[in-house]
């Protein structure tokens, strides 16, 4: 049986950007893709703002298959994922040719659009269900037997088919947060199961370095102060959801402006006060433990601080 061809226009946009590789991501990249060769689902675990859903884009995008994308949250129905029922069609024939004689005959058809579930599997995408764990239990439970079995189930009977069997080149790759987070539900022992978990803890500061370089256009050297920066309130401040992603938008607002990572310059701190102040207050609930928290930290930067070196990423499969 022929397989269709894969529109052009389902294709996500990759926004083509610089890269940073090291030896750690490298490894974790070329051992997810052998797995997914291997037709086994890849889940990425980590706190938010390291980068799960970058790494996962990457890893999807170097499978060369077009790539479909899915953000979970608790809206989201089983609808959602494999497809709906979206109009009727009524047709009426009357016959009167025999003027004595009225024949009416009624057809009707249900049309039905796969969701994008049942599309990635139907066309051989790569998709990837980004923070799919703050999907209900009720949605995501149509993805056992994907899985496992590479089959979708149709309960409806509008759907015109019971099942769905995947396309050769079909790939899933999930992200998700700890459970711990707000708005996450606990994904199912039944569904880990079935996939290979990355648990990422944390990058070295050396790799979060490279990436704000990279991703922002700053030096090395500069990247470097940025990251210890982020991590220095960090540690100051536990509960501080400052992450990679606050150094990153540190880093793009200040090559944007022009402004120099110095400690000194009255243009750089408002940025980072900016920047910082918000998330360091949710962290701690105190605007006063917040200026102290970053005066401390600005203090260290201007002493020339080495990178804080948190506990290195944790890769488990």
């Known amino acids: 049986m022929a397989q ?9 946009p990759m926004q083509e950007r610089p890269l940073f590789e090291d030896d750690e991501i490298v490894s974790l990249q070329s051992r997810a893709m052998a797995y997914l060769a291997a037709d086994v689902p890849v889940h990425l675990r980590g706190p938010a703002g390291m980068g ?6 990457r890893i999807a995008g170097r499978l060369g298959r077009p790539v479909s994308f899915l953000t979970g949250d608790r809206w989201l129905t089983r609808e959602d ?33 796969d969701a994008i ?6 066309l051989g995408h790569t998709l990837v269900y980004d923070e799919f764990t703050r999907a209900p239990p009720t949605a995501n439970a149509v993805l056992l037997p994907v899985l496992e079995e590479r089959v979708l189930v149709f309960h409806d009977a509008r759907a015109g088919r019971q099942r769905l069997e995947a396309h ?13 987070y707000v708005g996450v539900e606990h994904p199912p022992d039944a569904l880990i199961d079935r996939v290979v978990t990355f648990d990422l803890d944390g990058m070295p500061a050396e790799t979060e370095s490279g990436i ?28 501080t959801p400052a992450s990679l992603r606050t150094a990153l938008l540190l880093g793009r607002l200040l090559a944007a402006q022009k402004v120099e990572v110095d400690a000194r310059d009255s243009r750089f701190v408002q940025i980072c006060v ?31 601080d080495a990178p804080a070196s948190d506990a290195p990423m944790q890769v488990a499969s």
């Open 168 to 180: 050769p080149d079909f790939r899933m790759l999930l992200t998700s947060n700890p459970h711990e």
């Open 117 to 122: 579930l049942a599309d990635a599997m139907r």
């Open 4 to 12: 269709p061809e894969c529109p052009a226009d389902f294709r996500l």
């Open 274 to 304: 900016d920047v910082l102040r918000s998330r360091s207050v949710r962290g701690s609930g105190s605007a006063d433990g917040f200026e102290a928290a970053l005066k401390t930290a600005l203090d260290g930067l201007r002493a020339g």
């Open 52 to 57: 799960k859903t970058t790494l996962a884009l």
């Open 212 to 239: 704000v370089a990279a991703r922002t256009g700053l030096d090395r050297a500069k990247a470097a102060q940025l990251v210890t920066l982020v991590r220095s309130l960090r540690r100051i401040l536990p509960g």
């Open 81 to 113: 994922l494999v497809g709906r029922e979206i109009g009727r069609i009524s047709r009426q024939t009357v016959d009167a040719y025999v003027s004595r004689v009225r024949r009416t005959e009624t057809q009707e058809r249900t049309d039905w659009q």
